[in-house]
Every structure is written in C-alpha cells, then in structure tokens.
C-alpha cells in the first residue's frame, strides 16, 4: 500500500485541465496531464489487482461508436467503463436511424442525457475521423449549455485518423514499466517503421500517435518508411517540435536497417501510403466499390515492393546488444502464421509475444484513467476514498 | 429539497393500479395514473440532476426488443433501465432461434425467467403490434400463474402500430414543464397535422399517441391532414370522446393553416396514408419485395402532390401571437438539411431546435417512471427512502 | 430459511476441485462436484426468490462466444452474470479483427484483462468444437502463468460438439426436484430417442449430454435411434462406463416404442446423422454452398423416412402408466405448430408445455452455480455471507 499512497501524492501534484475535457489527441494535453493519466491508470490497475473496487459510478452509460471493427479497443473501453461502474451502449448506426439524414449535433445530445462517456472509433476517412470527433466534441459542450444535457460526457478518441491515444498511452505505461520509470526513457532510441503487410489500407494513426508521444519524453524517435509511405506532414513537424522541447530527437530515414541500429526499442507496423488513404477517403464517400477494388490492388503491387521490410532476426542484431524490445498494437502479420509473409517473423514475434500481450494489458486502465479524470475534479481523493472503503470487487474471494 | 418533498406527496396522493401491470396505451390508464407517470419521472429526474442514486435494483435484466429501427428509444430504454439498476439485454430476432418456429408464448417466457421489465417496439404491421404486445402480455401472465416466471415482468409499448406512449408522455411532461402544469394546458389549441416527406411508411401511432393523450387534459386538439391519410378510426373515436370527457375539444380538418391559426403547439409530422399502411402490412407479410416497390412508388408520388403541407414561416405566423412551441418527436425531415424538402423549413426548425431536444430529454425519465410504477407497490415511499439514503450516483464528484 | 441451511451445509460437505477450474465436459466432474452444482443452483434460486441479492461481483465482464443462434442459453448466460454481478458483454467475430487472422490464444487473452467468466457455444463443427474450448483453455491458463492476465477467467461450454452440460445439468436438476431427490432417480427408466424433424443438421450434443450425465446417477438409460443415427463412438463408451459404476444401465435400441415401454421419462428429440455431421464439417470448413444445399437434400429425405418417429399418444401410452414426463431442451418442432409434422404431436406437448418451460427455467441457475463455484474458494461460506448480509434485489419491493 506504501507505493499505491506515492502513486497518489504524486497524482495529486500533477496540475490538470482533464476534468470536464475530451481526450482527443495527446498533443494537446500537457506533460503533467500525460503523467497524471498514467499514474492514475497504475493507481487503478494496483487497486483492481488487490480486489479493491475503484466503483465511481452507481449507474451511467458509457456509449461507444464504432465506425470500423475492433476488439482489442472494443473490450478494453468495456472493461474500464465496467471496472468504474458505467454500462457500455453500443451505438450501432446500422440499427439507428442516422441514416435518416440526423446531424451530428442532434444525434450528440440524443444519445447522451443519461451519459457519462462516450468513445469514438472513426479511422477510416484521412481528414474525416478527428473532424468528427470535434464536431461531435462542441455538439456536447452546446447540448450542455443550452440545458439539454444535464451535465456533458467526455469524448475519448478510440482510433482517428490523426491520432490513437489509448494505444499509444498504453505503449508509453509498457515502456515506463519495462525500462523502470519514465526518466530511464530519455535517450532511448525507438524505431517506428513501417513494416510489410499482405493486407491493404492500414491507418496511419499508429506510428503518427507513437511519433507524437514518444518524442514527448526525450526518446530518440527514429521514424523509417519506403518513398511514397510518408505520414500527414502536421503530424511530423509535431514530433519534430516535441523533440526540441524535451531534448530528444526525431529523425526520418529510408531503410528498416538504419532505424533498427543500436536501438532500444522496435515498432515495425505497416500503414496506408498517405496517397492511397487520400484517394480511398474519396472513394469512399462516393461508394466506389470498383473504384476501391482497383485501388487496394495498386496499393498491394505497391506494398508487395517492400516485402523486405520484414523484422526479421537478421534486423533484430542491429539493435541495442541485439536485444531491443519489440512492440506491437497487435494483432500482428506474422509471416507464416497469420499470412505467408508479413510484418514479423515467427520466432521474432514469439521471443516477444508476453511483452505485447502485457503491453495491450494496459489499455483498460489507460481508458478507465481517462475516464476518472476527465469525470472526477480531484482523482487523487477518489483513490484515497476507494482504499479508505476498502469494498472488494469480488467478495468472499 | 422542498420541491421534491411536494412531488412526493403528490406521488403518494395519486391513486393507481400500475404495480404489477404493464404500460401499452395511454388510453388504458386513468388520469391519475398518467399524473403518477409524470410526476414520478420529475422526482427520478430531480434524484438524478442532485446526484442521488435512485437505484432499485441490484441486479435484473431489462430486454429489449425492437422490431423496427430506433436510436432514441433505444438509447432512453437503455438510459432508463440503468439508472434504476437492471442490465438492458436486447433480443436480436435475426441472432436467435425465433425462426424455428417458435411461439410468442414460448418466447416471452424463455427471456423472462430474471428479467424484471421487457420493451417492444413493434410498428411496422399495422393491426398486428398491439396485438403482439397482449399476446405477449398475456404469456407472462401465464407463465408467472403457472410458476414458470417468479416474477411477471412489465411489458412497455416502445411503439405499436396504434400507440407510443414514452413519446406522447415525454410531449406531455414537456408541455407541463413549458406552461407551467398540466392545469395550463387546458384550452390550449395543439395542431397536431401531417407535415409532407419524401420518405415514406412512417407509422401512424406519434400522431394517435398525441390526439389520443392531449385530448384527456382539455386541450383544443386540431387534427389536419391530406384526403386519404386520415388515421385508424377507433382511436379518433377515443379522442372525441376524451375531448367531450375532459371538457377539451377534438376536431378534424384538411388544411395546415386551419389548424395552425391560433394555435398554442404545431406538431407537424409525415405519417403514411392508413390504406397503404394496410397493403403494406399484407405485402410484408408476403414478403412481396415487387409489390412493396410498386407500394412505396405510389406513395411517394400519393405525398408529393402535398409538398406545400411544410412548416414555414408563413404558416408559423398564423399561430398565437406569431409563437407557437414547435414540437417534433425527431428527427425531423427538415428542407434543405436533411433532404431537398420535407417536414420543416431550416430556420423554423432551427429556432426550436433546443427545445424539441428537451422534449426528447423527458423520454428516459418517462420510461424510469414506468418501470418503476410497475415495478414497486408503493413508488412514494421508494423515493423517500432514496433521498434518506443519499447514494450519490457518482462519486467523489 | 431453514430448507437453506441445510442446502448449505450439504454444499459444504461436497468437496470439490471446481474452483479456478473450467467446466466443459460433465464426465470430467465428479459425483460430488456436480452435486455442489446442483445444490449450489438451488441456493442461488433460493434467494433470489426471496429478494436476497447473490451479488458475488462489484464489477467484472462476463464475455460470451456465439458461434451459433441461441436465445435460451444466451439470456440464460446473460441472466446468471448479471445476477451475480458481470456485465455481458458479447463477443461478435463479425465485427472483430479476428478476421485477421489472429490467433486462439491471442483472443483469448485479449478478451480477458478484465474479465473473470467466458461462455462459449461452438456446436456446428463435429470433431471442433470441444478441441477450440481446449485450446482456449490453455491459452488462459498460460495467459494467467506468464503474468499476462491478473485471473484466469473460468470457461463455461454453453454447447459445443460432445456435450451441452448446462442444458443437461438444468435438466437434471428439474428431475430431481420432479422426482423429489437424486436419490429418487436411481433405477428411474429415460428414454432418449431421436425423432423427426423436417429441419436439419442438428447438433448431436443435447442426447450425448443427457447419456453421459444420467448414467452417472444409477438412472436406466434407453437411447432409441434409427439405423444411421449413432451418436458419437466414445461418448457412448462413457455412457457405458458410467452407468456400470453408478448401478445404472445404459442400453441401445433402434426403435421408439422400445424405449418408452414403461419408461419414466421420455425425451424425444431429432438430431443429425453422425456422417452427415462429419461430411458438412468437411464441407463447412471449405465453404463449399452447393455441396451444403446437396447435403441438406441427402439429409432431409434420409430424415423423412423415419416420419413414424413422433412423440404421440399411443406411444406415450405405452410409458410407465401412461405417465411418463416429456423432457425437451426446447425449441421442440411440434406436430401442427411450429412445422406440418414434427418430434412430438401438439397435444402431447401442451401436456408438458409447463413441465418444459420449468425445465428451462433452471438453466440460468445452474450457469451462475458454475461461475461461482468456479470463482469463489468456498460457494457455501458465501451463500451463508449473501443470507447474513441480506441486501435486496429489489427494494422497498
């Protein structure tokens, strides 16, 4: 209990603007804001694991809309919504009536008197997913001014097409806990490349949140693509000015090879060339359906070029004493398990297989964090409150 | 505090035979039993907003199962069953094994054996969903006499073809809460009218639920609609006959304008005509896709020629004192918004739109009220007990 | 309360390796293990019908696996999580990445950061359903052992392609609380034969399940089908096996009227040829349709050779008195009703109709026993905690 009363003080010594807020992109939330969310996911995560209740809610909704599948994402906003109290409400648009022609605005407030929580996924159209989300962000903010909503939800961002903050918050917690804190992070290198997939149309919202964050924290963040798989250019020159602020570095290069050398960290996944997600946002705003067939057959002649961008064990020596960290959103391409040639080879995947399953791990409380903070004014008395109750989640266990 | 104290003992004054019945037309339930409805939704509304937890159950499912479409009366009945306590479980027909054959009798006691309240929307067949919902009705009736069920659930009508009792009862509680209470209402001259749209098949039970609800508070009730979209007539008779009851007044005519002079509320919304309703509900039956083509086809071409029967300025106008509340169940077909032209001209919706959204905020409240008449003997002193409790819905908050 | 005590304290003296531990196959349980299952239903029912809330759980995810439709055991699986207090959330493989080709014990773990119980229904696929629930198995297991997951969730079969024991144990305990105890069963004749149905390919799970299970309580067990229905080789060796060890009898016979000569029960119900199961395995897995449609054909005109096989009067007359109880797990084609001709004649089954639907009703019951027995260290310490406490279900009821 000694650690879990630290992880409070130093919860409570974080100043933040979270409470009543979005978490729409990391960009636009402070260091200290960073910090406080991964704390209070550690704080959940600690009381969970000794059978304590981090119960918030005595009832609520925590509503998700998915405009692309999911399951990791899918199952961890469940188990943090659960884990705090709230019932997860699927909006599926295929049984509502948006297809009706209801605006944005009015489908905001009608799902959302009763609704503490919302989580959007909305990957699939470049320059779309972030759009709507702050779209749907001031449909909320009016809906409560105007006296609609009797108080106003908090929007996190599931997956856009700009950034995926669950995902990559849950990387950094894996790393501050692999490496031991956040401080041992400064100077660690971490490749994030792109990588050889079989599969087509990939969002860039992955290694563009991973280029984001990282280079928060005076990480060497070095960024590798063939020509033509650049990311979107704001998102770039973001990493690049987080770098000079936190003493860090952010460098592009060409070849897996160069990024993989002396690196602490590897992060091979494959994306969308920001040219062909382009093309396929229009295609598919026209329903184009031949269109998008020729398309993702271009896209594949195009990606099949690369085939060598494999994180093979030959690549895996560059690094750090041949022994960097291999990371992954999951699931992975795995040449000869989940595809005949992909993004990694077996045995690389299976050395590191635990590490990225620990690492999904700690989404749920990624989430849940976001969600304490973003609805309770002081999160920090909310922990003490919970240890003080002392009510087990599971009883008589 | 004292408000709440007030409804309470109204609550308690108000006779009714609610517990232990269902809720599936309006014109079923005495006076005081709707003033209960409403008043109780006010007090689950009050506990809310104060942060006090009115949750009755400890555990319980709620089903749901919808036959038709729906994002605000799915998302209220979700709302609403949470907030008392119980789990929404819904019956997807297509994910079961209803097809095989199975009887309604069968079905209504397999999903029933813990489940504390079930809600159907059922809309699309006329003279076929109410029926539906006593078949239902009557089978759990059975089954909890014959020992099967240790409990009856309530059923609630979540829309039938003859009546949408959460949607006219939220109207109501709007229209108290806008004039000030439901003696206010008395005289005020509501239009109810048909209102042209370019889709097609909409049920004819928002316009029956308000012309047979409005007309027990003695309102001047004016129905007006195209030749040939007139509605079921034994609920017009219901209507006249509230009117002469309640010392209201209920009349028919055949222009938007009539109806709109003077008028207090316009309610002005798209139904289909009764006779296609009626060849529609044998061509589903049949599942005749050709015949129901040729159907929509005439229809659309039947509304077309009543594309001036829209809400714009100039009809406004004739309303008392150029202001009457615009009412709307949402979403509405608004010109230029959400199609070409439709029920409401863009401004006129606009000018209303936060208070159609108030009216849509009333519904989970409406439908907690239901469950938990239906559910509890004595819902006053359930209340009580809540505020003397004081669980704070969320906490640390 | 008294009744209770004594449930309890039989509970307590059963022992049993029931918890931490999965419950797939009734032959992998002892006597003993399903007695406490029995008993530990019967407790839980208890309660519940006396307003005492069972809740075993603050908050935690109950995760389910259709791979087929179900209605029963989906709200049967919903109604017994909810009541000790997971949240359902299911799994939809349509609208996940498992597509991807991901693999089982990724799933597995991914599902399962947070969630303490997974039910599983996986009964199309002869020689595979079992063998997943295996594999899954494992992968929780190891999950759990290399940190991965901070429990090791139980798994439930909700059906797979050897048994359907939650289908089998709720019957089970409707015999004995029909028959008076277990011990009443001993020497009690059933007959579990095949009948006609014109639908097809039904799982073989429900007449496996009821051999291998009421073998083992010294019952005489008659199995009737007609030449070419065999059921699966070794569960029939079990069935052998267990009615040796328990004093019982197991006998095969390839007509109706044998089996329900002086039968106490009978349970007629249709099920698949055991080398149709095999080749449309075959065929499933290629996704070959036509060969599907082919088979089907085969099926259906092999099936309506058999059309005598009908549960009717002059064959149950033929039963012990008269007065055998019919047993079905619902839904049953029935003659007239559901299909032109089917497994029972109309008027026999609306004889038992109630008896059927009790049957049912103790599914819900027996899945929550087998979450909780699987969960808790000792279910009779905390029954006696849940009477001690008694928190209401449902209050000011």
Redesign the interface.
């Known amino acids: 209990m000694k650690m879990l009363k630290e992880i409070i003080e130093t919860i409570r010594s974080l100043p933040s603007d979270l409470h009543g807020n979005d978490f729409l992109l990391t960009w636009e939330k402070s260091t200290e804001e960073l910090q406080k969310i991964l704390w209070t996911a550690e704080a959940l995560k600690y009381l969970?694991?000794h059978n304590i209740?981090p119960?918030?809610?005595?009832?609520?909704?925590a509503?998700s809309i998915?405009r692309d599948?999911?399951?990791?994402t899918?199952?961890?906003f469940?188990?943090a919504a659960?884990?705090?109290?709230l019932?997860?409400?699927d909006?599926d648009e295929s049984?509502?009536?948006?297809a009706?022609?209801?605006?944005v605005r009015?489908?905001a407030?009608?799902?959302s008197?009763?609704?503490?929580v919302i989580g959007i996924r909305d990957d699939m159209y470049l320059g779309a997913g972030h759009t709507y989300m702050q779209e749907f962000s001031a449909a909320l903010k009016d809906?409560f001014q105007?006296?609609?909503?009797?108080q106003r939800p908090g929007l996190i961002n599931l997956q856009c097409d700009l950034d995926h903050p669950t995902q990559s918050m849950a990387d950094l917690l894996h790393l501050k806990n692999y490496f031991g804190s956040l401080e041992a992070l400064r100077g660690k290198k971490i490749a994030m490349t792109w990588a050889y997939s079989p599969?087509y149309g990939k969002p860039l919202s992955v290694p563009q949140g991973i280029i984001g964050l990282m280079t928060r924290f005076g990480m060497d963040v070095a960024l590798a693509f063939p020509e033509g798989y650049s990311l979107v250019p704001e998102i770039t020159q973001i990493a690049e000015k987080n770098a000079k602020e936190s003493g860090g570095r952010f460098q592009t290069m060409h070849t897996m090879e160069e990024a993989f050398a002396g690196a602490d960290i590897v992060y091979p996944k494959s994306w969308a060339p920001l040219s062909i997600m382009e093309q396929r946002t229009q295609l598919l705003k026209k329903n184009d359906q031949q269109g998008l067939t020729e398309l993702e057959k271009t896209c594949l002649l195009n990606n099949a070029e690369y085939k060598n961008w494999e994180c093979d064990k030959k690549k895996m020596a560059l690094t750090k004493n041949g022994s960097a960290l291999y990371m992954h959103c999951?699931?992975a391409?795995i040449s000869g398990?989940?595809?005949e040639q992909g993004e990694v080879q077996a045995h690389v995947f299976e050395k590191y297989r635990?590490e990225t399953?620990?690492e999904?791990?700690y989404?749920?409380y990624i989430i849940a964090s976001m969600i304490a903070n973003s609805?309770?004014?002081?999160s920090a008395?909310?922990l003490e409150?919970f240890v003080k109750n002392g009510?087990?989640?599971?009883?008589?266990?």
Chains 1, 2, 3 share one sequence.
């Open positions: 969970r694991d209740s119960r918030i809610f005595d009832s609520g909704l509503v998915f599948n999911s399951t990791r899918r199952f961890s469940a188990s659960n884990l705090l109290g019932q997860v409400h909006m049984k509502s009536q948006i009706h022609g209801e605006t009015e489908t407030s009608m799902i008197f009763l609704t503490d809906g105007k006296g609609v909503l009797p599969s999951l699931p391409d398990v989940s595809c635990i399953y620990k999904a791990g989404k749920p609805r309770l004014p002081d008395a909310a409150q009510c087990p989640r599971v009883s008589s266990n």
